[in-house]
């Protein structure tokens, strides 16, 4: 097949929806985390880099373990494991990253909302996955960090130490923003 050609073929590939077309995260359940265990993730690793994979280890006894205590016994647990979370968000990163998902917050007065939204989606696309109109009369985003919104406690703080910021609409959304849309219908 010509140089030119090589496109065009993958276009063509891509709209067949093909299974072997889709990445893929190879999942090792270990039951924990010694040295046998390990040359087991190891060797799933290897694999998944010669396929052009991603691979995980999840320890699924230990999650039902964790599953039948507290989040406070359940955390000193993890950390007397010398594991610093549960292998569920490990899993929600990974499987975002693989399909190129960010998630960005909506805080409401009584609700926070997570959102869903392909890498390198802009502001007013991002309004738009909120309410259609949002994305029609998007006007701008008021946006802070996850992490800085933690650290502050509130929005209202955050806001007294300058951390919100107003973006425009080529802002490309970042993982784990928090934003109010702006926006005029």
């Known amino acids: 097949m010509p140089a030119g050609n090589a496109s065009d073929a993958a276009q063509i590939v891509a709209l067949l929806h093909l299974l072997t077309a889709h990445p893929v995260l190879y999942v090792a359940n270990l039951d924990d ?11 799933v690793e290897r694999y998944a880099a010669r396929s052009g994979a991603a691979a995980l280890s999840v320890f699924g006894k230990l ?10 016994e359940a955390v000193q647990f993890l950390a007397s494991l010398g594991l610093r979370e549960r292998s569920l968000p490990r899993l929600v990163r990974a499987c975002n990253a693989l399909l190129g998902l960010r998630s960005f917050f909506t805080v409401g007065s009584d609700e926070v909302r997570a959102w869903n939204i392909t890498a390198g989606t802009r502001a007013p696309r991002a309004a738009g996955k ?49 934003i109010s849309f702006r926006f005029a219908v």
């Open 130 to 178: 909120v309410h259609t109109d949002m994305e029609r009369g998007f006007i701008r985003a008021e946006v802070i960090a996850y992490e800085d919104l933690i650290a502050c406690g509130s929005l209202a703080a955050a806001r007294e130490r300058g951390l919100l910021r107003l973006e425009g609409r080529d802002y490309e959304v970042q993982d784990g923003d928090v």
């Open 63 to 72: 999650e039902l373990e964790l599953s039948e205590l507290s989040d406070e």
């Open 33 to 43: 985390a010694g040295p046998e265990s390990a040359a087991c993730l190891a060797a």
